[in-house]
């Protein structure tokens, strides 16, 4: 994929058509966020908040394929991850989320039983 913008955009739409596994979605969506991460904070933040705007009103299974994308490409750490479940309310960020908590009340719960 050569164009970001046109990738970026190509992806999205097969969000909205529910057909984002198709060669024009997925791939092509994940090779602009690829691009997109290398640009400066200020830039990346435009674009993730727009991107936000914009598929407030997607159904949950396209935005849990939005969020996966996003961690998969981002990896993702904990105030992005939270910034994707508060914009998206998807199952896929609030799973992994969920991860960071129990995983913490696990050291918790080893150290009390010492």
């Known amino acids: ?12 739409t097969r969000l909205f058509l529910d ?8 791939i092509r969506f994940e090779s602009a966020l690829e691009k997109i991460k290398n640009l400066d904070k200020s830039a990346q ?16 299974k396209n935005k ?7 961690t998969d490409v ?5 105030d992005f991850l939270y910034k994707i479940y508060d914009n ?7 799973q992994l989320a969920s991860e960071g908590f129990l995983n913490r009340l696990k050291t918790v ?3 009390i039983e010492v």
């Open 74 to 78: 981002y990896s993702c750490d904990k």
């Open 64 to 70: 849990n394929e939005l969020s996966k994308s996003l």
């Open 109 to 111: 719960k080893s150290r």
């Open 88 to 94: 998206l309310e998807d199952d896929n960020s609030l």
């Open 19 to 26: 057909d984002y596994d198709n060669t024009d979605g997925r």
């Open 45 to 60: 933040e435009e674009i993730m908040f727009n991107l936000f705007k914009v598929t407030r009103g997607l159904p949950l």
């Open 1 to 12: 994929m050569q164009n970001t913008g046109l990738d970026f955009v190509s992806g999205l």
